[in-house]
């Protein structure tokens, strides 16, 4: 099991940014892809970007392409999501995510290939 504990969220307003944390314990997690999902209420749950093990590929939803940005940094067992001119429609708790798989050739790109979930950081965006 991998334990996931998010910070940065908070309140900005619109165009500003944020840069989200995920600090990683427990298995490997080096070796999983790594993603974050947003849930806003009444919507359905949204993998807004991913990243490869080895951080040398990344995949990000059409809403936030353009955006926000993944990274990783594997010695630090840290993941980031750096998040630029925020819109009230990016309100929302924000969760990183590991793959269910290791060493894993491409992006996981939907929810359903993750398995350890953080409780997530409260992202909202003042219009």
């Known amino acids: 099991q991998v334990q996931l504990v998010e910070s940065g969220g908070g309140l900005v307003q619109t165009g500003g940014s944020l840069r989200l944390s995920c600090a990683a314990s427990g298995r490997s997690v080096s070796r999983y892809g790594m993603g974050w999902v947003r849930q806003a209420p009444g919507k359905e749950r949204e993998l807004v970007a991913g990243i490869t093990w080895r951080g040398g590929s990344t995949s990000y939803a059409d809403s936030v392409k353009g955006r926000f940005a993944i990274s990783r940094d594997n010695a630090k067992k840290t993941i980031y999501l750096q998040m630029n001119s925020l819109k009230p429609e990016d309100t929302a708790v924000y969760c990183c995510?590991?793959?269910?798989?290791?060493?894993?050739?491409?992006?996981?790109?939907?929810?359903?290939?993750?398995?350890?979930w953080g409780q997530g950081t409260q992202v909202t965006v003042s219009s």
């Open positions: 995510a590991a793959s269910a798989s290791p060493y894993g050739i491409g992006v996981v790109t939907t929810t359903q290939g993750y398995d350890n």
